[in-house]
Nanobody
Framework: QVQLVESGGGLVQAGGSLRLSCAAS????????MRWYRQAPGKQRELVAD???????HYADSVTGRFTISRDNAKNTVYLQMNSLKPEDTAVYYC???????????????WGQGTQVTVSS
């Protein structure tokens, strides 16, 4: 059994900052890519940022320069530091991780339950 638990969402004014965390727990051998997605009402889920096990990162154009993804491999945790938040960043944010549970097994994508981020103007 594997769980991803997110925390750190909330209500913030435009220009403010929030830091999201997502901790993976359970039977885990290793974690490959870790990602943050978001889904606003009436819109499709979109990839916000991802980070490989080696620390290489990629960002959506809409958040580049404002958001920073990082991870602590010892804690199986991924973070998303969000600065200069805008009302259009309002969404439910989900973490995703490609996890190997057993030696020789293929990695499987797991999802967190989501955390609401609301940015007021």
């Amino acid at each position: 059994q594997v769980q991803l638990v997110e925390s750190g969402g909330g209500l913030v004014q435009a220009g403010g900052s929030l830091r999201l965390s997502c901790a993976a727990s359970g039977s885990i051998l290793s974690i490959n890519a870790m990602r943050w997605y978001r889904q606003a009402p009436g819109k499709q889920r979109e990839l916000v940022a991802d980070i490989t096990s080696g620390g290489s990162t990629h960002y959506a154009d809409s958040v580049t320069g404002r958001f920073t993804i990082s991870r602590d491999n010892a804690k199986n945790t991924v973070y998303l530091q969000m600065n200069s938040l805008k009302p259009e960043d309002t969404a439910v944010y989900y973490c995703n991780a490609a996890i190997n549970r057993y030696s020789g097994a293929i990695s499987i994508n797991y999802w967190g339950q989501g955390t609401q981020v609301t940015v007021s103007s």
